[in-house]
């Protein structure tokens, strides 16, 4: 998905709005095999049900927090909302690719979007936390923090990677409380974060919070992406 930015900065193109996309996500699409294919942020019906006939899959990214009366709460000062606009799209694309059945591939803010449509229910920063959590992110943006999660062996992530517990980057403050409907949780930080979720008797949907777009040199993240972009390419 894409990034709604304004900008009071008075030259070109910077005072512009625009929709923009890490690289590191079409780029993970394209060595999977796969064809990216960027999303513009719409208010439409008709353009995001126009979207997913042109599609095979659907990839819901990382971005600022999801504005909180989606899971009806105050929003918290510690919040970063993304532009309104990505927030409507993101929560109508994803009911429009629940029903029809698309693959769907849930990165950080995509895997609370997933669990807000279902009305589950988010931590707003990790200082919310009744337990004592594990850092699970950097402001500085370094990339080094890392910590590993526990998978559960009835799941489609355990069937995807292949093992109890795995080592993932970090970087969110918040996170999933209560699981939205039909969700179930698939990997689990030692601190109890919820890090996984997927949707049971669906036909193909991962929703992680971490990064596996950054970690590509890691081989959960190549199986993930594998997987995801071997389903999208099924008629």
């Given at each position: ?38 999303l ?9 049900a ?6 095979d899959?659907?990839?819901?990214t ?30 109508e ?16 803010r ?86 996984g ?18 970690i ?9 992406f594998?997987?995801f ?5 099924k008629?």
């Amino acid at each position: 998905m894409s990034q709604t930015l304004p900008s009071a900065v008075k030259r070109w193109p910077s005072r512009y709005e625009f929709d923009w996309c890490n690289k590191a996500y079409h780029y993970a699409i394209e060595k999977a095999g796969g064809v990216p294919f960027g999303l513009f942020n719409s208010a439409g019906n008709r353009i995001i049900a126009g979207y997913l006939e042109m599609i095979d899959g659907v990839l819901f990214t990382g971005g600022a927090d999801l504005r909180s009366r989606y899971y009806r709460q105050s929003q918290h000062p510690t919040t970063s909302p993304a532009g309104p606009e990505r927030d409507y799209f993101e929560i109508e694309l994803i009911g429009a690719a629940i029903k029809a059945k698309k693959p769907i591939f849930c990165i950080c803010r995509g895997h609370q979007v997933l669990n807000t449509y279902l009305e589950g229910t988010l931590y707003q920063d990790l200082s919310l936390f009744p337990a004592v959590p594990l850092v699970h992110s950097d402001y500085n943006q370094t990339g080094k923090v890392f910590h590993e999660v526990n998978l559960v062996k009835d799941s489609l992530l355990y069937e995807i990677i292949g093992k109890n517990k795995i080592t993932v980057n970090s970087s969110h403050h918040q996170f999933v409380k209560d699981l939205g409907r039909g969700l179930m949780a698939t990997a689990v930080a030692p601190d109890g974060v919820i890090e996984g979720i997927e949707m049971a008797g669906f036909p193909f949907l991962i929703s992680v919070q971490w990064h596996p777009e950054r970690i590509w040199n890691l081989p959960h993240s190549r199986k993930l992406f594998k997987a995801f972009i071997a389903q999208s390419a099924k008629k």
